[in-house]
């Protein structure tokens, strides 16, 4: 356990589209009244802390490297921090997992699944028709890999169950591990 009790790493992973931006906003209103929370969303990262990267395995692993780092420092001084990202390599995840591990922090993997074909027809920045198009090379779920995680903390099905659930269910997983008191003064 860190010296202030309470700052963890909440990760979330799931292909474009899938409600990573959408619960991880929920989340934040939802913990900021009990805690410091930092929400560090790939759109957003990657215009400041990895700028310059693509979308090739290597850059998508660099990417994750710094986004886990960065999160690290925050959560060893008592911050909540809710990472979304499509981060689609298992092995990143783990290696991110780890370095929780060693600095002795929660770390909550929370998969946000929804089928090709939902996200295909939601299509909220229009990437998968551009994608599909042949436009967007190396673009997830349709021409570049998606690993889901195999053992996951919290799975939530965006295009099944309302958000309000899936919320519920990642509050509760973080509640379970003592996460939601407020930091120690
Ligand atoms: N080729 C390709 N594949 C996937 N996504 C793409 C691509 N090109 C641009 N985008 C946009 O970049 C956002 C994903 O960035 P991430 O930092 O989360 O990706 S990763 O974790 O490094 O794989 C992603 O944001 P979200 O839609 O919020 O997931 C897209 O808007
Ligand atoms: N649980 C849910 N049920 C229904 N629609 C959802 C749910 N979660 C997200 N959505 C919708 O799906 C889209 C997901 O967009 P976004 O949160 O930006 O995804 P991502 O950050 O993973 O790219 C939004 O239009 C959002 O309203």
Known sequence: ?????????????GMSGAGKSTLSRALRSRLE????????DGDEVRTWLTRGLGFSRED????????????????????????????????????VRQLAADAGLAFVEVYIEAPLEALIARDVKGLYKKALAGEL???TG????????????VTVRSSSEPLEAG?????????????????AA
């Open 1 to 13: 356990m860190n010296r202030q009790g309470s700052g963890f790493i909440l990760w979330l992973t």
């Open 33 to 40: 009244p009990l805690r410091p929370v930092e929400v560090m």
């Open 60 to 95: 998508r692993e660099e990417n994750v490297r710094r986004i886990g780092h960065v999160a690290r420092l925050l959560a060893r001084h008592g911050v909540g921090v809710i990472v979304a990202a499509i981060s689609p390599y298992q092995s990143s995840r783990a290696e």
């Open 137 to 139: 090379p190396h673009f």
């Open 142 to 153: 349709v021409s570049d890999p998606y690993e889901a995680p195999e053992a996951p903390e």
């Open 167 to 183: 919320l519920e269910r990642v509050l509760a997983a973080l509640q379970t591990r003592g996460l939601l008191a407020p930091r």
